[in-house]
């Protein structure tokens, strides 16, 4: 029988060394909410520590996370919860590929570096924990860019909408 491991996101302490320069839109390109999104990710930067079994690994807000939201984060945790693989990029700070396959209850979960080697770790995770803790880490971020005002909860309410709808499997 395989093991279970467990799956867990954790929004950490605030990193307050931030190199890049701040967003900005000179072209007025993005939407208010694109804006927001970009600018609580920079002016909140926290740490986020990710827990794949006894892979822990750390990331932040900015880039990592704000990466990861502009890239159908929202999305892909449908896609995940309607049988499909999602793979997750953490191409700044940590160098890793977090691909997510469902099979029946369970995922597999590949862990892969970026870099010169091809190995892969393989981590078995409870389907169901995994849809959750993406969907309240999801859920955790946009409410506090709420709470400090860099988007409306409007635009909150309608960016989360496709995590939390259930559509059929075609």
């Known amino acids: 029988m395989t093991k279970i491991e467990q799956f867990k996101i ?3 302490e605030r990193n307050l060394e931030n190199f890049a320069d701040p967003p900005d839109d000179p072209l007025g390109e993005l939407s208010d909410f694109e ?3 970009r600018k609580f990710c920079y002016e909140w930067d926290s740490k986020v520590i990710f827990q794949v079994g006894e892979t822990r690994f750390n990331v932040f807000l900015d880039p ?3 990466m990861l939201l502009e ?3 929202n999305e892909q945790i449908r896609e995940l919860e309607q ?3 999602i793979r997750l990029d953490f191409a700044e700070s940590y160098w890793l590929i977090i691909k997510l396959v469902p099979v029946g209850n369970e995922i ?3 862990l892969r570096e970026f870099g010169y080697s091809t190995e892969e770790k393989l981590v078995m995770l409870n389907r169901q924990e995994v849809l959750d803790e ?3 880490f999801l859920t955790e971020l946009m409410d506090l860019a709420v709470n400090l005002g860099y988007i409306s ?3 909150k309410d309608e960016f989360i909408k496709p995590a939390f709808s259930k559509l059929q499997v075609v």
């Open 83 to 85: 049988g499909k693989t």
């Open 108 to 110: 597999k979960c590949y």
């Open 71 to 73: 890239d159908r984060f």
């Open 35 to 37: 804006l927001g999104l």
């Open 64 to 66: 990592d996370i704000c």
């Open 153 to 155: 909860l409007e635009d």
């Open 10 to 12: 954790k929004l950490a």
């Open 134 to 136: 993406l969907k309240r």
